[in-house]
């Protein structure tokens, strides 16, 4: 990397300056607040890199979001304060942030991006990038999203996709090898748990120094759970009991899986505590979750009877009940409206997606056989959104073919 590209210099700073002032002929102000230097000090020139981050932070957050992705390539420090957290707050706070919808697909060439709009049926924008071996990681994948940027970690690799450069670039991969886990971005890092007989250890990964490292032990070993996360928590929600028999711990056959389906446990990531663990009023299986809007809504069933909870994810503090870590209520909310009589079980699949105060739900696996059953009817590719405000579901248009298989993460940015 040259110097300029590693340095902010006085270029990169006059560019700025501009672009933070849409009318350069309205000079009134600028030239009557410059302080003209003693005709005996020393004149220095005045950069960028003399600014301190809070500023530079407080100027990028203001920018459209069509400058952000160019951006990036200034210079490695302004890339850096781009990705941070801070960053995101700022913007949020400003209600700068835009979530957009993300569907990903793989093919024996690479990867493929597509945005989606819920309630169209075509895609805005597709991208097709090289990737070796792209089809069995996303096979065995969890996804998530921090700031622009989409985390593909797979059993024994990890993509990263950069929504604003359009690039793809591969990461470390985590320690222990594991399927159908449970994956979150708490905080500006990766958390799993679950998905292996072989060890309950929790994982992080830092995307600073590009490494995974081992934070804290679950509770319980689970195979087939779903990650979510809010307010500083790990949430590691249903899936089955996996592990080894008592009398032969080494034995494959002697492996044995016991439900869990209704159960979460709370990682506190911050203080590396375990919470209080949690189970859905009424039982039944967790099929599909996520957090939205300071809440984790589940979607639960029992065989022909969906359920659809929320539990309340906002920290208490004092004492009373959230001195004890017992913080939270579950409430029952009114089940989404399936095109057509359903039974949810292991044939078909949802992806549950927090986007802003929305949730959605998107049918990935499985066909819903309705009352013409007989003579083959059925509707794939549903999708149902939520509103955390109103309590009331809405129909999206259904998913293109080419879109019903594919996997889909939420992007704030």
């Known amino acids: 990397m040259s110097p300029e590209r590693e340095s902010c210099n006085s270029r ?129 994948a969890r996804i998530a999203s921090i700031g622009p940027r989409i985390f593909i970690v797979g059993r024994n690799a990890t993509v990263k996709y950069d929504t604003w450069t359009e690039t793809v670039s591969s990461c470390s991969g985590m320690i222990f090898p594991r399927k159908k886990f449970a994956l979150a971005a708490v905080a500006g890092k990766i958390y799993i748990a679950g998905g292996s007989s072989r ?93 939205a809007a300071g809440k984790v809504y589940l979607l639960t069933s029992h065989t022909v009877e969906v359920s659809f909870w929320s539990f309340d994810a906002k920290r208490k503090c004092g004492g009373g009940r959230g001195a004890g870590g017992a913080f939270g209520e579950w409430v029952k909310l009114t089940s989404p409206r399936f095109p057509v009589q359903v039974r949810v079980d292991s044939r078909i699949r949802f992806s549950c997606l927090g986007m802003g105060d929305k949730v959605v739900l998107i049918q990935v696996g499985g066909c819903v056989l309705n009352e013409e059953r007989r003579r083959g009817s059925s509707r794939e590719g549903f999708v149902l959104v939520y509103d955390c405000g109103s309590g009331e579901w809405e129909r999206g248009i259904d998913l293109l073919e080419i879109y019903r298989r594919a996997a889909y993460v939420g992007v704030e940015c």
């Open 199 to 291: 060890t309950d250890a929790v994982e992080e990964y830092d995307l600073l120094t590009n490494t995974w490292s081992v934070v804290a032990h679950a509770p319980r070993r689970r195979y087939g759970c779903i990650g979510a996360s809010s307010d500083g928590v790990f949430y590691v929600i249903g899936g089955l009991r996996i592990g080894a028999s008592e009398k032969n711990e080494f034995s494959r056959a002697n492996l044995g899986a016991e439900a869990y389906a209704s159960s979460m446990d709370l990682f506190e990531v911050e203080g590396r505590t375990w919470l209080k663990s949690r189970t859905v009023p009424g039982g039944g299986c967790v099929v599909a979750g996520c957090a």
């Open 12 to 140: 990169h700073f006059t560019w700025f300056i501009k672009s933070c002032f849409p009318n350069p002929n309205d000079t009134t102000k600028l030239t009557s607040s410059q302080t003209q230097p003693h005709p005996t000090s020393p004149t220095h020139a005045t950069t960028i890199s003399s600014l301190p981050d809070d500023i530079v932070l407080n100027f990028l957050s203001r920018l459209p979001s069509s400058s952000l992705s160019s951006l990036s390539f200034v210079c490695r420090r302004w890339s850096h304060l781009l990705h941070s957290p801070h960053f995101s707050d700022l913007r949020r706070n400003l209600h700068l942030l835009r979530h957009t919808l993300f569907s990903l697909t793989a093919t024996d060439f690479g990867f493929s991006f597509s945005t989606v709009t819920l309630h169209n049926s075509t895609s805005n924008s597709s991208l097709s990038l090289p990737y070796y071996d792209a089809v069995s990681i996303l096979s065995q």
